[in-house]
């Protein structure tokens, strides 16, 4: 397919910035997507960056201007840290490339309206994770309910419990600096999936806290070092949406007791309880009383490829001259919900949401990002 403007033609270049922990996991789909071809791997340590082209046959590694010198490249995956991403992401736009971001947007809304605007003025897109939202396991939940499985969606609880990523992540400071913590490092799999059912937020209150001051990195060549704890690591936030639902949401580093993935959504017919906001797969429950013929698991239906979907449907998108389905606006407005929420812990009030959103659909249950669509 060829895109009518840009006259580009057959699957759309990819490079990435930013060799870690998660580029592994959005290699291993998009060098197989046949949509999509990784072109060039960037990163601030070229062995690394390096070490990842080898490993999933790249052709090209080196600098991040290397990579945005490269017209191949026309959609850059941004897996640097939260501290990077604005920065980043301006260095892809002022170089014409689209972009998708890992989560968070940015650090404050300021620099976060910054990219969106920069990106728009040079008719280029920002995306940014989550992704998992388009996988069939949320896609199925989402489906159920805007069939109206559970009648109208009143309200909804969120588990995030674990405790902390100091034990399995090698470099795990930035997880525990400004821009993460368990509310902006797993928070947009659970807000983006309640505003994907409840519409925009309206207003927030939250309580937040820390056990200690540092922490000790548990793994790898930096194993037993101490780093500074920035931000609480246990946050309660309870959310009142512009439809007048609500919601409550635990996300903490501080539980020995791991109890990730709970969602669940109460509506005026009946209970659905959804999988993990952080897989791609997993099944929902739908419970329309105690009883347990009143409880049946909703058969999943939809793709359940993994991280990267969300490069290939906007690779999609940029060929095919339409709007991508899950826009950068979600991520902006669950950015402000976040800031929102960490404001409220601080003042000890509740604070508006000033940011909206327009409705999320459904995406259709034949979408596969394994399909050939371009060529
Ligand atoms: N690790 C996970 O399980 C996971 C899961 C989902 C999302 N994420 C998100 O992905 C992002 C990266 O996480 P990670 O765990 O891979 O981190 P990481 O620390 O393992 O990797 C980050 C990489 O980015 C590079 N980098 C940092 N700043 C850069 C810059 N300005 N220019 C070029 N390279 C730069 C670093 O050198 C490093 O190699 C974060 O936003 C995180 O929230 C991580």
């Known amino acids: 397919m060829t895109n009518a403007s840009t006259g580009k033609t057959g699957p759309v270049g990819v490079g990435f910035i930013g060799a870690g922990v998660i580029s592994d996991q959005y290699l291993e ?9 990784v072109v060039f791997i960037a990163d601030l340590d070229l062995a690394r960056a390096k070490a990842q082209a080898d490993k999933y046959s790249v052709a090209l590694s080196g600098t991040v201007d290397e990579l945005l010198a490269n017209a191949d490249v026309e959609i850059v995956v941004n897996l640097t840290i939260p501290a990077a991403h604005a920065e980043v992401d301006l260095k892809c736009i002022a170089a014409g490339k689209h972009v998708w971001s890992e989560k968070p947007y940015a650090l404050s809304r300021e620099s976060a309206r910054e990219v969106a605007v920069a990106a728009d003025k040079a008719g280029v897109l920002v995306c940014v994770a989550p992704d998992t939202i388009m996988g069939g396991g949320i896609q ?74 540092t922490r000790v990195i548990a793994t790898g060549p930096k194993a037993g070092t101490e780093f500074p704890v920035e931000v609480p690591t246990h946050v309660g936030a309870m959310i009142e949406f512009e439809s007048g639902a609500s919601a409550q949401c635990i996300f903490s580093f501080e539980s020995a007791l791991f109890r ?96 909206t959103l327009a409705p999320i659909e459904a995406l259709p249950v034949s979408w596969d990002p394994a399909d050939a669509t371009l060529s």
């Open 260 to 355: 990730m993935g709970f969602v669940e959504i109460n509506g005026t017919e009946g209970t659905i309880s959804l999988p993990d906001p952080n897989m791609f797969d997993g099944d929902s429950e739908l419970h329309l009383g105690p009883e347990p013929e009143q409880i049946t698991k909703v058969e999943l239906t939809g793709p359940t490829h993994g991280r990267g979907t969300g490069v290939l449907e906007m690779a999609q998108a940029i060929r095919e001259g339409r709007k991508v389905r899950i826009p950068g606006e979600i991520a902006l407005h669950v950015l402000d919900i976040m800031i929102s929420i960490s404001e409220a812990i601080e003042s000890k009030t509740w604070v508006e949401v000033k940011s």
């Open 29 to 37: 789909n998009l060098v197989k997507f046949p949509d999509v071809k």
């Open 140 to 213: 199925t939940g989402l489906r159920a309910i805007q069939d109206g499985k559970i009648g109208t969606p009143l309200t909804a609880m969120t588990m995030f419990q674990v405790g902390g990523p100091e034990s399995w992540h090698p470099s795990p400071e930035f997880l525990f600096a400004k821009g993460a913590g368990p509310l902006m490092d797993m928070g947009p799999y659970y807000l983006s999936t309640l505003v994907s059912i409840f519409g925009p937020a309206a207003r927030v209150t939250g309580t937040g806290s820390k056990s200690r001051d």
